[in-house]
């Protein structure tokens, strides 16, 4: 299932570059890498999903994990701004989901 999540998350992570690339879909190759990147996202979701992964866990891994890898992209090959606030929130985001995590295996 873990194999599934990273897939999910990486795929996402692409589809989201290219959506910045694809210049409002007029770009074919990156047009075609969003759709392509998204749907294989949201289908190794669900096999995570299935296989016995808690939606919330998942979700949560996916989604702090994508703004995180989006934002350090962003910065590094996209010419976009990352301040220290920025890299403040993301850790918050990630402390958050870790957050979510932990006390769900400790509650009740």
Request: a neutral charge.
């Amino acid at each position: 299932m873990w194999i599934w999540l990273a897939v999910a998350i990486a795929a996402e992570v692409a589809g989201t570059v290219s959506l910045k690339l694809s210049e409002g879909f007029s770009r074919l190759v990156p047009s075609i890498v969003v759709v392509v990147g998204y749907v294989v996202a949201f289908y190794s979701l669900s096999q995570a999903l299935a296989r016995g992964l808690p939606v919330g866990v998942a979700y949560g891994i996916w989604a702090a994990t994508g703004v995180a890898a989006i934002a350090i992209i962003g910065a590094l090959f996209l010419g976009e701004s990352l301040t220290w606030v920025q890299v403040g929130g993301i850790g918050l985001v990630i402390a958050g989901v870790l957050a979510l995590e932990l006390g769900g295996s400790h509650g009740a």
